[in-house]
C-alpha cells in the first residue's frame, strides 16, 4: 500500500511566510488595527522629516535613529518652516497637534505613496513611531521603503513589565541599556530591577557602604544543578558587581527616554543574607556568623523586625526613592521562612504586645510599617503574592506569581494587580522545549505557544473586579544565567509573546500568524541587531514517527534568511549535510525505517535544537 503523507505546516508555503502575507503586515506586538493598501512609501535623501513637538522623546529618538542607521536627512520643526505639514510631498511627520482623540498611549499611522503620518501624544508617539521602525525595509543606504496602510492602536494594559535579577548574576550597564531598548521596541513600559537577592546586593546606598562592600561579593557560587555530579559542587570562585548611584540615574534617564519606567526591587524581610551578612544587626540574632548566599533557594535568616530594620530599610528606601521617580518601589515580600522569628524572643514579644495572630501577621505588620513609610513619601508599594498573607497593606499593589489566586484575591479587595503567573508561561528562567537540547535551567516549562496563550484577566473576577489587572509581566530570574548571551536566549523571543499579551487586543492575537509569519522577520531583525535568540526548530518536522512508504516533507525555517539542513544517515545534522531547498520526497524501503534529522543554523551561525522524524515502513 502507498501512503503519501504531505506534512505542512499550518499549511503554508515558504513564500507565506513573507510578512506581507501577515494581516498585521508583520508587526509585533500585533495593532488593534491594521488596514494594509497597496504602494509603498519611499524614503530618499528628499524626503522632508517633520515634526510638531521637536522636545518630544519620540522626536529624539527619530533624530538618533536617523544619524545612527546612515539618513543624511534632518528633523525638522514643522511650526518654523512656513507651511503646513499637510501640504508638504514626500514627507515623514510625527504630529501631536491632530483633530479627533486618541487614547492613552494610543497612535495613529497613516502611510501612501505621498506622507506618512503619525499622530499620537507623549508615549503613544514613541508608540507610532516603533511601529514606523518595524515596518521600514531598508533598500540601500539611505533608502528605505514603507508598505502603504492605516493603523490604530492602543495597549490592552497600562503596566507592561519584563523583569531582571541582576542578584544572582549581575548584569553590566550596557547590557541593561540593551535589554531596554529590546522592550521599547515592543511596547513595553516597565522595568523591574531585582536589584538584591540572598546571593548579592547590587545597588550602591551611601547610608550603608558595606551593603555593597560586602553583601555584593559573595565567596563562591554553586555549579549547575542539584542532583548528580553537581550535588554539593561549588566553583571556588568570588563572584561580585553593582551599580554605583550614577549609574542607577544614568539606566533610570536612559530607559525614561524609552517611556520605561523602573520598578526597583528591594527585598525584604526573606530573600536578604546579603544585606544581613553586611549588617548583622537586621537579623533576629547578631551574634551569628553570617555570609552572602552561595546556594540558590530560600534562607531561613530574614530580617528581624526592630526599630533599628526599620531605621535601616527607611534609609534605604529614601535613597532608593530619591534614585527611582516612578511611583510603584516593589519590596518583595515573597518566600519568607518563619524559622528565625520563631525562635526570637523579641518577636514572639512583639507579637503578642500587638495582638497579631502569629508569623504570618507579624509579616503582616512588617509590610504595612514599610507601607507607611512609602506612602509618607507618595509612593505606591508593590509585592510578590505572599504580601498577603497575615492581611494586606492598606494601598500596596500585588504581582501575582504563584498562579492567578493572588492576584484575583487581591483584585477582589479592590488592589491593583500585576499578573505574572509561572505557571502560564511568565516565568522565562524556565525551559522553552522539554528537549534535553535545552540548556540548563532551573526547570518548569514555558514554550513560546504556552506564553502566548496567556490572557491576563482571570474569567471568575467582575467586571469592575478585572479593571484592577492593570497588566501582566514576565520574569528572568538568573539563578542559572550566567551570561548575557543566555540571558537573551530566555528572553527571546518569549518576550515577543509577552508583548502581544500586554498589548494586543484579544481579537488581534492569533499564534499562528505570530509563530510563523511574523516571528521569522523579527527574528533575523534582533539578529542584525547583535541580539542571541533561541532559534525556533524547523517547522514541518517534529520529534515524532510516521507509518508509511513515500512521504513529502516540506519544511520551513522559523528565522528570515536561516538555512535548514537535514540528514537521512542516522548522523547530526550541520553545514556540510543536505540543505533543503525543495519539498523532500523520501520513499522508504519496505521493512526499513529512515531517521530524518533537522536543524536550523542562521545567518550569524546561531543553531536551533535537532529534530529527529521517523519515517518508519517496517510494518511492525
Ligand atoms: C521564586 S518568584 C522566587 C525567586 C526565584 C524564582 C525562580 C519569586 C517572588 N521568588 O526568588 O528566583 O522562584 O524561578
Not at 542539584?226 to 561580585?240: P, R, V, W
Amino acid at each position: 500500500m502507498r501512503a503519501i503523507i504531505l506534512v505542512v505546516f499550518l499549511a503554508l508555503t515558504t513564500s507565506c511566510l513573507a510578512q506581507d502575507n501577515d494581516p498585521n503586515m508583520g508587526i509585533i506586538p500585533a495593532p488593534s488595527s491594521v488596514k494594509k493598501a497597496k504602494g509603498k512609501f519611499m524614503i530618499t535623501p528628499e524626503t522632508s522629516f517633520l515634526v510638531d513637538a521637536p522636545t518630544q522623546k519620540a522626536a529624539i529618538f527619530l533624530t538618533n535613529y536617523l544619524k545612527k542607521n546612515g539618513y543624511n536627512n534632518t528633523v525638522v520643526n514643522a511650526n518654523t518652516m512656513g507651511r503646513k505639514p499637510a501640504d508638504v510631498k514626500n514627507a515623514l511627520m510625527l504630529l501631536t497637534n491632530f483633530k479627533g482623540n486618541i487614547p492613552e498611549e494610543g497612535y495613529e499611522l497613516k502611510i501612501s505613496g505621498d506622507q506618512v503620518v503619525i499622530n499620537g501624544k507623549g508615549p503613544g508617539l514613541f508608540y507610532g513611531l516603533q511601529t514606523l521602525l518595524q515596518l521600514i525595509k531598508e533598500e540601500k543606504r539611505g533608502y528605505a521603503s514603507v508598505p502603504c496602510g492605516v493603523i490604530t492602536d492602543a495597549p490592552r494594559f497600562a503596566y507592561r513589565g519584563m523583569h531582571l535579577d541582576v542578584s544572582r548574576h549581575f548584569f553590566s550597564v550596557d547590557f541593561i541599556k540593551k535589554y531596554i531598548d529590546v522592550m521599547a521596541m515592543y511596547k513595553l513600559n516597565n522595568f523591574h530591577w531585582h536589584l538584591t537577592d540572598d546571593q548579592g546586593w547590587r545597588i550602591e546606598i551611601k547610608k550603608y557602604p558595606k551593603l555593597t562592600k560586602v553583601g555584593s561579593i559573595r565567596a563562591q557560587s554553586k555549579v549547575g544543578g542539584y542532583s548528580g555530579n553537581n550535588d554539593g559542587l561549588f566553583d571556588n570562585t568570588s563572584y561580585s558587581g553593582f551599580y554605583t548611584q550614577d549609574e542607577i540615574r544614568e539606566v533610570v534617564n536612559y530607559a525614561a527616554e524609552r517611556y520605561i519606567n523602573i520598578v526597583p526591587e528591594i527585598e525584604m524581610p526573606g530573600h536578604s543574607m546579603a544585606a544581613i551578612a553586611a549588617y548583622p544587626i537586621l537579623s533576629c540574632d547578631p551574634s551569628k556568623p553570617y555570609k552572602v548566599g552561595e546556594n540558590w533557594g530560600v534562607y531561613t535568616d530574614v530580617y528581624c523586625p526592630t526599630d533599628t530594620t526599620f531605621r535601616i530599610l527607611s534609609d534605604i528606601l529614601d535613597e532608593v526613592m530619591d534614585l527611582f521617580p516612578g511611583k510603584l518601589i516593589h519590596i518583595g515580600g515573597d518566600e519568607c521562612p518563619k524559622d528565625a522569628w520563631k525562635k526570637s524572643a523579641f518577636c514572639q514579644r512583639l507579637i503578642a504586645d500587638s495582638a497579631l495572630r502569629d508569623e504570618n501577621g507579624l509579616q503582616s505588620y512588617f509590610i504595612r510599617r514599610i507601607e507607611r513609610h512609602l506612602n509618607a513619601s507618595g509612593r505606591k508599594m508593590i509585592g510578590w503574592d505572599e504580601i498577603l498573607e497575615g492581611g494586606l497593606a492598606p494601598n500596596a499593589d500585588v504581582m501575582s506569581w504563584r498562579g492567578e489566586e493572588g492576584g484575583i484575591a487581591a483584585a477582589q479587595l479592590g488592589h491593583d494587580v500585576v499578573m505574572t503567573p509561572g505557571s502560564a508561561g511568565m516565568y522565562f528562567d524556565h525551559a522553552q522545549s522539554k528537549s534535553n537540547q535545552e540548556p540548563l535551567s532551573i526547570g518548569g516549562f514555558a514554550s513560546l505557544a504556552h506564553t502566548y496563550a496567556y490572557d491576563p484577566v482571570p474569567a471568575s473576577l467582575t467586571p469592575d473586579q478585572q479593571k484592577h489587572i492593570i497588566g501582566v509581566q514576565a520574569n528572568l530570574w538568573t539563578e542559572y544565567i550566567a551570561t548575557p548571551a543566555k540571558a537573551e536566549y530566555m528572553l527571546l523571543p518569549r518576550m515577543l509573546a509577552l508583548a502581544e499579551v500586554a498589548w494586543s487586543p484579544l481579537s488581534a492575537k492569533n499564534f499562528n500568524e505570530f509563530s510563523a509569519r511574523r516571528i521569522p522577520g523579527h527574528l533575523a531583525m534582533l539578529e542584525s541587531k547583535g541580539y542571541n535568540y533561541r532559534v525556533p526548530e524547523v517547522m514541518g518536522t517534529s520529534d515524532t514517527t510516521l507509518k508509511g512508504s513515500d512521504f513529502k516533507l516540506e519544511l520551513v525555517a522559523p528565522v528570515e534568511g536561516a538555512k535548514v539542513y537535514y540528514t537521512i544517515d542516522g548522523y547530526t545534522p550541520r553545514e556540510t549535510d543536505l540543505w533543503y531547498t525543495e519539498p523532500l520526497r523520501i520513499t522508504v524501503p519496505a521493512g526499513k525505517a529512515i531517521e530524518l534529522q533537522s536543524i536550523i543554523i542562521t545567518p550569524a551561525g546561531k543553531r536551533s535544537n535537532i529534530t529527529k522524524m521517523t519515517l518508519d515502513n517496517s510494518g511492525k
